[in-house]
């Protein structure tokens, strides 16, 4: 592991060792050698080029990637994006209590992120069927076989639930299917969209507990949040496949080369930030989040992730109720360690009351 500072003398964020090779080597470099067959890009304008250059494949596409061998319908993808959406937006206009039902906040100390993904999990999804709820269950990450187990033990079962009932929309899009395969690939679908909801919010506001808790009244959530997206970016990379797009783009990428576009490096890039390495959300006073170069938490202007509209007034609900409880990291707890994960952020951060 390698540690990487926050201008903090209490804290110390450990880095899994790629990670911490990436920072410590190429950091303030525009386009390297990663693999005999990967470039890795980290300028600003390269990485906008690139981005420019063609859109992303289906295969680039984390969400709507082809599932079990099936491809993903742009009407169907519009479909499970609506129904998401809608699920938040109902999620936010619940009573801030214990699941969203109202009564005293849920208590949310503890161990972070687990605390905020099962917090997320019940207030947005907790009126689903249990098969599907075990769907959002950050122990599924441990490996794709046990996550495609639970899928098949739940697509054996009968459909439910039933017609009219008080179910998410994206719950009632799995219930339509029709048959083992059908709802196999129906739940794997409602994994890949439910999922990430839960997991994205979570890290972001874990990470911004541990880079800057306690936080100034003064400064908005928002903010805060996209200064803790700057330091641990939620896509920490953007792979594209070789295309003959990227090497007219620059001779030091070739034909046959996959390329690595790295928000980590550019978000801590000295070119583009004063005190890069600095938990300091008050800069984003100044700054336009849509409009910066090299920064890119939901990825290229041109294909903005489609869950941006839900993460952010999700997380600024959370860090609302994290400031309420007067929430903060554990004095006691002096490091924290960023594996390395497709999700950036740092595991088992202890959250206690101040």
């Not at 911490?20 to 050698?33: K, M, N, P, T, Y």
């Not at 890795?40 to 990637?65: C, H, Q, Y």
């Not at 739940?187 to 506001?205: D, E, H, I, N």
């Not at 990227?246 to 990428?253: G, H, P, S, T």
């Amino acid at each position: 592991m390698r540690t990487y500072g926050t201008e903090r003398s209490d804290r110390v964020t450990v880095f899994t060792p790629r990670l911490g090779r990436l920072l410590s080597e190429h950091r303030g470099a525009d386009v390297f050698r990663l693999e005999a067959d990967t470039v890795g890009v980290a300028g600003p304008g390269l990485i906008d080029a690139v981005l420019r250059s063609r859109p992303a494949n289906t295969a680039e596409r984390p969400t709507f990637k082809p599932l079990q061998g099936r491809p993903i319908s742009r009407p169907e993808s519009s479909a499970v994006m609506r129904a998401v959406s809608l699920d938040v937006r109902a999620a936010l206009e619940k009573p801030a209590g214990p699941d969203g039902k109202g009564g005293p906040a849920a208590d949310l100390s503890g161990e972070w992120p687990r605390v905020a993904h099962l917090y997320l999990r019940d207030l947005v999804f907790g009126s689903d069927p249990m098969r599907l709820r075990v769907l959002v269950d950050r122990k599924l990450e441990w490996t794709p076989k046990l996550t495609w187990t639970v899928i098949a033990a739940g697509a054996a079962l009968p459909s439910c639930p039933g017609a009219g009932a008080p179910v998410s929309r994206l719950a009632g899009l799995a219930a339509a299917a029709a048959g083992y395969g059908d709802r196999r690939y129906a739940m794997g679908l409602y994994r890949r969209a439910a999922a990430p909801v839960c997991f994205t919010v979570s890290t972001l506001v874990a990470n911004a507990l541990w880079l800057g808790s306690p936080f100034e009244d003064h400064i908005p959530n928002r903010h805060i949040l996209y200064e803790s997206m700057r330091l641990l970016p939620p896509s920490w990379n953007l792979l594209r496949v070789a295309s003959p797009e990227f090497a007219a783009l620059d001779d030091r990428i070739g034909t046959g080369d996959d390329v690595l576009l790295l928000p980590l490096l550019s978000h801590r890039d000295p070119r583009l930030w004063d005190a890069p390495d600095a938990f300091r959300p008050e800069r984003w006073a100044g700054i336009d989040a849509d409009d910066q170069p090299g920064y890119l938490p939901f990825g290229h202007a041109n294909e903005r992730c489609w869950g941006r509209h839900m993460v952010m007034p999700l997380a600024e609900r959370l860090l609302d109720l994290v400031r309420e409880q007067g929430l903060a990291v554990s004095p006691e707890q002096k490091s924290a360690e960023v594996p390395l994960a497709g999700l950036l952020g740092v595991s088992r951060v202890s959250v206690v009351r101040r």
